[in-house]
């Protein structure tokens, strides 16, 4: 069964401080990492694609399969990126559900 | 705005009653999922549709059911409501089942029960 672990439920920095919000995930095959945000009553948007290796608002995230880590990161927060950050995972083969983890509150202080 | 449409924005029902929440998905989307998400379970995966089929089903209660119409909207059903079914209902769409590129997601449907 796949699972997606985000052991941080609120993660407090003050702006300018580097940030890195965890995701642990627990899968057999090749996984599909996402990153998405939603900001305050807003809807949950994608930030980030594993496979992209992209850099969206400063952030970049590396899919580390040896600690089947993709962790979040950013070398200087802004109040901004105040949001709720959910990682989320897809298995391949013929399962196409997206699995969440329960998300971290990050809020950055100004 | 995204593209992904639910309605009604907010919907307070009473206990034992029955509610359809509505999606329609992002022009051209073929997939839809819905997800319940609760302060203390999280986004929890519902069900998903494909070109009108069912591809995968999740948590989703026996109160509950969904279906997807041949014009691609997407309706979700939640009967003998209980307290613990307030949430907030996210209707997801993707051009194909399990894309790479991700979701995008409506703005959600809240749903409180009293």
């Known amino acids: 069964a796949q699972r997606v672990t985000q052991p941080e439920k609120l993660l407090s920095v003050f702006k300018g401080a580097p940030v890195e919000l965890k995701c642990n995930y627990s899968?057999?095959?090749?996984?599909?990492l996402f990153w998405y945000v939603q900001y305050s009553r807003q809807r949950l948007q994608l930030l980030l694609r594993?496979?992209s290796r992209e850099s969206i608002k400063g952030f970049t995230a590396d899919l580390n399969k040896g600690e089947t880590s993709f962790h979040l990161k950013k070398p200087f927060a802004q109040e901004e990126d105040s949001a709720m950050y959910y990682c989320?995972?897809?298995?391949?083969?013929?399962?196409?559900?997206?699995?969440f983890g329960k998300g971290t509150l990050l809020t950055v202080n100004p | 705005d995204s593209g992904v449409t639910q309605t009604p924005k907010h919907l307070i029902t009473a206990t034992g009653q029955r509610v359809t929440l509505r999606c329609s998905p992002r022009s051209g989307d073929l997939s839809v999922y819905w997800y319940q998400q609760s302060l203390d379970q999280g986004l929890q995966f519902l069900i998903q549709y494909y070109n009108g089929e069912e591809r995968a089903k999740g948590n989703i209660l026996e109160r509950f059911s969904a279906q997807q119409f041949p014009d691609l909207h997407s309706e979700l059903n939640l009967s003998s409501l209980e307290l613990g079914d307030s949430a907030l209902y996210f209707c997801a769409s993707s051009l194909e089942p399990g894309t790479i590129y991700g979701y995008t997601f409506g703005s959600g449907t809240r749903l409180t029960v009293v």
């Open positions: 989320a995972l897809r298995s391949g083969g013929s399962n196409y559900k997206l699995t």
């Open positions: 899968y057999s095959g090749s996984p599909e």
């Open positions: 594993h496979i």
